[in-house]
């Protein structure tokens, strides 16, 4: 199993990005997937899963209606788009399939400052 991030940088508050995930190593539309994310001095927190076939998707209250999470599995792609971004979302970002596996990717950076 294989992630590989991309689309992180540095932004300014209020600005937008668009994370971009690579899956391989598993039958990547078989399973739920979520975007993490781990700020300096802090664990690694879930910030938003994909929906089920009986539920919508989870966004934590931190990104809620700033986030999209969205999918390709044509291309066994995962995406977030994060808007209006603000300085606490300074992290690095990891995608993962549900349940998690521990074979975690490099991560995007994302850093929102003026």
């Known amino acids: 199993v294989h992630f590989v991030e991309s689309g992180g940088g540095l932004v300014q508050p209020g600005g937008s990005l668009r994370l971009s995930c690579v899956a391989s190593?598993?039958?990547?539309?078989?399973?739920?997937m979520s975007w993490h994310r781990q700020a300096p001095w802090k664990e690694r927190e879930l910030v938003t899963r994909t929906s089920s076939p009986r539920s919508s998707p989870y966004y934590a209250d931190s990104v809620k209606c700033r986030c999209t999470i969205s999918r390709d599995n044509a291309k066994n792609t995962l995406y977030l788009q994060m808007n209006s971004l603000k300085s606490e979302d300074t992290a690095v970002y990891y995608c993962n399939r549900v349940p998690l596996v521990g074979s975690w990717g490099q991560g995007t950076q994302v850093t929102v400052s003026s």
């Open positions: 190593g598993f039958t990547f539309s078989s399973y739920l």
